[in-house]
């Protein structure tokens, strides 16, 4: 059974470009949050998709945005890329039910804007 | 929104010693608290999480106690080992409402000194 998968694992990118990050679901997942975490901080919530709408919406301006495939799977969007951008992106899942509160996060992509 | 507060930023021990990071939250209806272990380029792991209908819960060296009233939950290391050594965060969660995600604390560094 695998896990969260994330690609690329690594990317560079120059300031403007456009940049889609691609996320896979744990086995038996239909929800999918993605995050951005900062060197030395914790992860921040950028937005969470069910059932192929976003659901929630953390601090985040519209050149980020989301899809989430009828498979669970989800990419991540940015529009011109900033500096600000370099960062760890995290894909997370985890199932809708009883117990199934826990999010299970991917191996991240990492994101250098030059 | 939820706001999540941790504690301390960075903790050095030596093994064989515990290890305790406290965190506090601001939204009374959270109800579910696990905490996340990252190591060096790694994603993060859930290592031992509480519901708020439980005062404490353990798992072998490791325990997490949750205080409803003071809003605020503390992760328990014992025995601490080498490896150990990592980036744990807390993080808060109102599970149910159908509209809520993990919010992070910022991190606490440990350091095991063999």
């Known amino acids: 059974d695998a896990g969260v998968t994330q690609s690329p694992t690594h990317l560079i990118k120059t300031r403007g470009q456009q940049v889609t990050l691609r996320c896979s679901p744990k086995?038996?997942?239909?929800?999918v949050s993605w995050y951005q975490q900062a060197l030395g901080q914790g992860p921040q919530f950028i937005f969470q998709y069910y059932e192929e709408e976003e659901r929630q919406r953390g601090n985040f301006p519209d050149r980020f945005s989301g899809h989430q495939f009828p498979n669970y799977s989800s990419e991540l969007n940015v529009n011109a890329l900033l500096l600000g951008d370099s960062a760890l992106y995290l894909c997370a899942s985890r199932g809708t039910g009883q117990g199934m509160e826990t999010q299970y996060f991917g191996p991240g992509t990492r994101l250098l804007v030059l | 929104g939820e706001n999540v507060e941790q504690h301390p930023s960075t903790l050095s021990v030596q093994e064989g010693d515990s290890a305790v990071i406290k965190c506090t939250y601001s939204d009374s209806a959270s109800n579910y608290f696990p905490w996340y272990k990252q190591e060096l380029g790694k994603r993060p792991q859930l290592i031992i999480d509480i519901r708020s209908n439980v005062g404490e819960k353990k798992d072998q060296r490791i325990a997490v106690t949750l205080n409803k009233t003071a809003k605020h939950f503390s992760l328990h290391i014992t025995e601490t080992q080498p490896e150990d050594s990592a980036v744990y965060f807390c993080a808060a969660y109102l599970w149910g409402s159908g509209y809520s995600t993990l919010t992070f604390g910022k991190g606490t560094m440990l350091l095991v000194s063999p």
């Open positions: 086995s038996g997942h239909d929800t």
